[in-house]
């Protein structure tokens, strides 16, 4: 059964928001992001004396009255950045749950939202095996965003493992210190995901990692015999997939790998700066975004 999240009311309900990026990010001029730079808007930001080859015309002639020194006029400097969000399309996020994919899809969306809403420049890049796929090229504005939006809303998450490694460092529109990479995925894989995210650290981007689980896999209720089949598995054969017997011991020793696996991004990501949010599908969408998205700093 099809679940979406997209409409208009979901939209509206972004708009009085936006993305909350690092002031030291270089980006593009024309944009709504304030940065540590001075630059040419109206607002006033302080002052500093005049160097030789500053350009006279800023020179504030009221305080050359006052102190006999020449002073300029310094101004806030605005930004346009570049926002990547990388979605993962593995069978793991929707094959076995639409709501998930439709969570994720929803995540994504909002957070694509936000980014033309601030005049910056969007991409989205599907994750599938080994490659990204970006089919929408360049998005800015919010008119290139919503022609967007319906082929979004249709896709089908049940792709093979990922390669994260790959599927990033080969992205070909990867800035450097020109905005923020998100990647929405629930990190079930044996793919090196670690190394993507230190290869987006490494061209300075703003990383942020949003993990999408469902209830079922944090908290599973399985009892007695079972026969568990992986989602990206290759058939029947698979020797991922199995007959077990499923005891307290089993689940209580699920419950632990699955706190050390969280903690272990947790961790890894605090060293590095990254930004990190785990969320559950029996949430609602709107308590994540206007709750731990603006707790968590990612939106005001």
Request: hydrophobic share 40%; net charge negative; with cysteine.
């Amino acid at each position: 059964m099809k679940v979406s999240y997209l409409n208009d009311a979901f939209f509206s309900r972004l708009e009085a928001m936006s993305l909350n990026l690092k002031s030291n990010l270089a980006g593009y001029f024309g944009g709504k992001h304030l940065v540590k730079t001075y630059g040419q808007t109206v607002e006033f930001a302080d002052f500093r004396e005049y160097q030789l080859g500053d350009d006279i015309r800023r020179i504030d002639w009221n305080l050359f009255s006052r102190f006999e020194k020449y002073f300029l006029r310094l101004f806030t400097d605005e930004r346009q950045m570049q926002v990547q969000i990388f979605l993962d399309c593995s069978a793991s996020m929707g094959r076995e749950d639409p709501k998930k994919g439709a969570y994720a899809v929803a995540a994504a969306a909002a957070l694509g939202f936000l980014a033309v809403q601030s005049m910056d420049k969007l991409s989205f890049n599907f994750m599938r095996g080994s490659v990204s796929e970006n089919p929408f090229g360049t998005i800015v504005g919010k008119n290139a965003f919503f022609r967007s939006v319906g082929v979004i809303d249709e896709l089908t998450l049940d792709g093979e493992e990922l390669d994260f490694e790959k599927c990033i460092t080969g992205c070909s529109d990867t800035g450097e210190n020109n905005g923020l990479s998100v990647i929405v995925s629930d990190f079930f894989t044996k793919s090196d995901w670690k190394k993507a995210v230190d290869f987006l650290c490494y061209k300075k981007r703003q990383v942020l990692l949003l993990q999408i689980m469902t209830p079922d896999e944090l908290d599973p209720k399985y009892d007695g015999r079972m026969h568990l089949f992986d989602s990206e598995s290759h058939g029947t054969e698979d020797p991922r997939n199995m007959k077990l017997r499923i005891t307290r011991g089993m689940l209580d020793a699920y419950q632990q790998a699955l706190r050390d696996f969280r903690e272990d991004i947790r961790s890894f990501c605090a060293k590095r700066g990254v930004g990190y949010l785990s969320v559950s599908t029996d949430q609602p969408i709107e308590r994540v975004l206007f709750g731990e998205f603006l707790k968590r700093g990612i939106m005001s």
